[in-house]
C-alpha cells in the first residue's frame, strides 16, 4: 500500500490537478478580477473572487483550511497588497502571489522580501497563471504540506527574473504585430497595383466598340 501511495505522489507532482487547487483572487478593479479569474478557470483551478483585503481576511478566517494560494492586487483602498500579504502569512502561512502595474524594482523588492511567492507585473496573461499551481500548498494537509518556499535572500536576481519574463512577453508582442504590419503593407500592395492596371486600348478593341456601336445605335450607347 505504502508503495503505491508513493507513486501515486510522483504522479499528482509531474501532472498537477488543477482542478483540486482553490485559489482567492483579490482586486478592488471589477474588470481585473474578472479577466484574472476567467484565465484561472481556463486551466481547471478553483477559484473564488474577493473585492477587498477586508472581506479576503474574513473569507479565510471563516473557512479555514480551504485556499491553496492567494493572488492579490497590491493597490488596493484602506488595506494594500502588501498589509494583506503580511497578515495571511502570519494567520494562514499561505503562499501569496502579488499583481500590480507597478514594474519598478523598489515594488518588486518590497513584495518579494515580505515573503510574496511571486511578482506578476500587470497585464496578467495566461502564461503568468500557467504554473501558478507550484506556489500552492496543501492545508487540509497541514502536517504533510510542503513547507513554502521562498528565497532566503531576495535581490537584483529575483527582480531580473519577473522583469525578464515580462520583457518575453513583450517582445513576443512586438513581432505579433510586426507580422501583422508586414502582412497589411503586402495587402495594401497588391490593392495599389491592382488599381494602377489600367486596359490599353488597342486598334482591335477600338474597331469592336465601333461594331457595338454600330449594331445597337448611337441613341442608346451610354455608359
Not at 51 to 65: C, F, M, P, Q, V
Not at 153 to 166: L, N
Request: hydrophobic share 40%; charged share 25%.
Amino acid at each position: 500500500m505504502a508503495g503505491n501511495k508513493h507513486t501515486s505522489n510522483q504522479s499528482s507532482k509531474a501532472e498537477p490537478t488543477f482542478e483540486a487547487i482553490q485559489v482567492m483572487v483579490v482586486d478592488d478593479d471589477v474588470i481585473c478580477l474578472s479577466i484574472v479569474a476567467g484565465m484561472l478557470k481556463t486551466f481547471k483551478y478553483q477559484v473564488v473572487t474577493v473585492k477587498s483585503a477586508e472581506d479576503a481576511l474574513g473569507i479565510l478566517r471563516s473557512r479555514s483550511n480551504f485556499f491553496h494560494l492567494i493572488i492579490t492586487d497590491v493597490h488596493m483602498p484602506v488595506m494594500d497588497g502588501f498589509e494583506l500579504q503580511n497578515q495571511v502569512r502570519e494567520e494562514f502561512n499561505l503562499p501569496v502571489v502579488l499583481m500590480s502595474v507597478d514594474d519598478n524594482e523598489s515594488s518588486m523588492l518590497r513584495g518579494l522580501e515580505s515573503g510574496a511567492a511571486f511578482y506578476i507585473v500587470k497585464p496578467v496573461s495566461y502564461y503568468d497563471v500557467k504554473d501558478l499551481w507550484q506556489y500552492a500548498v496543501s492545508p487540509r494537509k497541514s502536517k504533510l504540506a510542503t513547507p513554502i518556499q521562498r528565497p532566503l535572500k531576495v535581490g537584483a536576481g529575483s527582480v531580473a527574473m519577473v522583469q525578464g519574463e515580462k520583457q518575453k512577453r513583450r517582445e513576443s508582442k512586438k513581432k505579433a504585430e510586426v507580422k501583422v504590419n508586414e502582412d497589411n503593407e503586402i495587402e495594401k500592395g497588391e490593392a495599389t497595383m491592382l488599381k494602377k492596371s489600367k486596359v490599353v486600348w488597342t486598334s482591335a478593341l477600338h474597331n469592336e466598340f465601333l461594331e457595338a456601336i454600330r449594331k445597337i445605335g448611337l441613341e442608346r450607347a451610354v455608359p
